[in-house]
């Protein structure tokens, strides 16, 4: 029995079709690069692997529909915000590293708008960048040192600035507003649309999508479906929070 996706989230439930599942893998296959999960990993692994190379063959299998798990589940915001600290990349790769992956991070979020406008993938695409509003005296001196650190790494105004109480008034007015800062690297978005739209696309491309299609195991050069199967150079596992459900990866990954 299928399930009612629409009922999962308020994207999947606006995300303009019917979310109809595409037919299963129901063969063995050869593919150069089988991508096992169709969420945003394995979309965009798939789409630049077709722009870089149109006569690489590559194949998706996921196990319910594409933007299923959090690709169609999440905040709808496309963010270049690091997920805890640059100081973790300092400790393993060094500073000028952790510096290029921010500035891609800043580049992400531009890319991502391109590559929706381009496709002609709806995505409610709006780049407004991040407001965090300061409205506490406490608050106040940890935002503006956290702006002040900023410079420390080498960004500038244009990146992250401090705006005071009139200017952050002059962008939203709000009760006991003390100033904000402020990071243009930030966009809303629809993100069941680009998951479901970015399928489309990579199809378009080329690419093999089979859904309803769960790995039951991932070998060296080999995935295996309940019906079928598909042989590749390269297997990209492209799971991400499911990761723990297959067979021998448990703990092998921390999200």
């Keep these: 029995m299928t399930m009612d996706y629409r009922s999962l989230s308020l994207w999947l439930d606006s995300a303009g079709d019917d979310l109809t599942p595409r037919p299963p893998l129901g063969v063995a296959g050869d593919v150069d690069v089988a991508i096992v999960g169709g969420g945003y990993t394995g979309l965009w692994t798939a789409y630049y692997l077709k722009k870089a190379d149109p006569s690489v063959r590559v194949a998706i299998v996921e196990k319910e529909i594409a933007g299923f798990g959090a690709s169609g589940r999440n905040g709808g915001w496309c963010s270049a915000l690091f997920a805890g ?46 407001f965090n509003a300061v409205t506490a005296p406490p608050q106040f001196q940890r935002v503006r040192a956290s702006v002040a650190e900023e ?54 491309l080329g690419v093999a999508v089979y859904e309803r299609s769960p790995a039951l195991s991932i070998e060296d050069g080999k995935v295996t479906t309940p019906d079928g199967s598909l042989r590749a150079e390269v297997v990209v596992r492209a799971t991400e929070g499911y990761t723990p459900g297959l067979d021998g990866f448990r703990r092998t990954l921390l999200p």
């Design 85 to 130: 600290k640059r100081e973790r990349i300092v400790h393993t790769h060094g500073r000028a590293a952790a510096v290029d992956m921010q500035r891609a991070m800043f580049d992400t979020v531009d890319e991502v708008g391109k590559v929706a406008a381009d496709e002609g993938i709806d995505a409610h695409f709006l780049k407004g960048g991040t």
């Design 151 to 204: 410079r420390e790494w080498g960004f500038g105004e244009d990146d992250y600035a401090w705006l005071d109480r009139a200017e952050a008034g002059a962008r939203l007015e709000t009760e006991g507003l003390l100033g904000a800062a402020y990071t243009p690297h930030c966009a809303r978005l629809h993100p069941a649309r680009l998951a479901r739209g970015l399928a489309r696309t990579v199809e378009g």
